[in-house]
């Protein structure tokens, strides 16, 4: 029994004593409430799983629409190669911003990296080739939960794919798709950049995103 439940064991008892030395009546709707009070919330695994799924579904599509709004803008008001120099001092602060939000860790990785920042672990590495095979074989890749920490923290994944020519002006083909401007200020900023020669449909990376399992129960 916590600190909690023994205070309100307490307080009942008291609240009995009480009402039996002045003789007076109990209160049903009160001896119901302390009850309820008593009674620890159980949630089965597969409930908090299935949150989980859903929350770091909406955390990814929010990380994603706030990076995609901010490039846009940036192209438009710098074009493509000044909105290179955006990405390298923007787009982290901007998942971070996502993450203290919803109080997760946010993470964009990719084999192929350009931001060293991005480089992923062992466990993700494991995953994001799973999501390769998937691509490579023409099957769909779903959003994936891992336990990590000892079950105490929920790893939501989710690939991540070029969805069309707007990526390819940073990540398709040089001298095609890559202006020469835009790769010179690329090599400037990413002297071992790993991210050209992409296509669309092709995996870019996947979102990596660390739910404490706490903040899950919390919100259910």
């Not at 439940?5 to 709707?29: E, H, P, T, Y």
């Amino acid at each position: 029994m916590n600190s909690i439940q023994a205070f309100l064991s307490v307080g009942a008892l008291s609240f009995f004593l009480v009402s039996c030395g002045n003789n007076k009546k109990i209160d049903r709707d009160i001896v119901e409430q302390v009850n309820q009070a008593n009674e620890v919330k159980k949630v089965a695994e597969s409930e908090i799983i299935a949150q989980a799924m859903e929350w770091g579904d909406e955390i990814s599509q929010d990380a994603q629409a706030s990076l995609i709004g901010a490039l846009q803008q940036a192209i438009e008001e710098k074009g493509v190669p000044g909105a290179i120099d955006f990405c390298q001092v923007e787009a982290l602060p901007i998942t971070e911003k996502v993450a203290e939000k919803y109080q997760v860790g946010i993470r964009r990785v990719s084999t192929k990296n350009r931001n060293p920042e991005n480089q992923p672990n062992e466990l993700e590495k494991t995953l994001l080739d799973a999501y390769q095979y998937n691509v490579e074989n023409d099957i769909n890749s779903r959003s994936n939960i891992q336990k990590a920490e000892e079950g105490e923290v929920l790893l939501f994944t989710k690939a991540i794919t070029i969805p069309g020519g707007l990526c390819l002006n940073c990540h398709g083909e040089p001298g095609k798709d890559i202006s020469e401007a835009t790769l010179e200020k690329i090599n400037s900023l990413y002297p071992n950049d790993k991210a050209t020669h992409y296509k669309v449909g092709e995996l870019r990376g996947m979102w990596s995103i660390s739910i404490p399992k706490k903040e899950v129960v919390k919100n259910m």
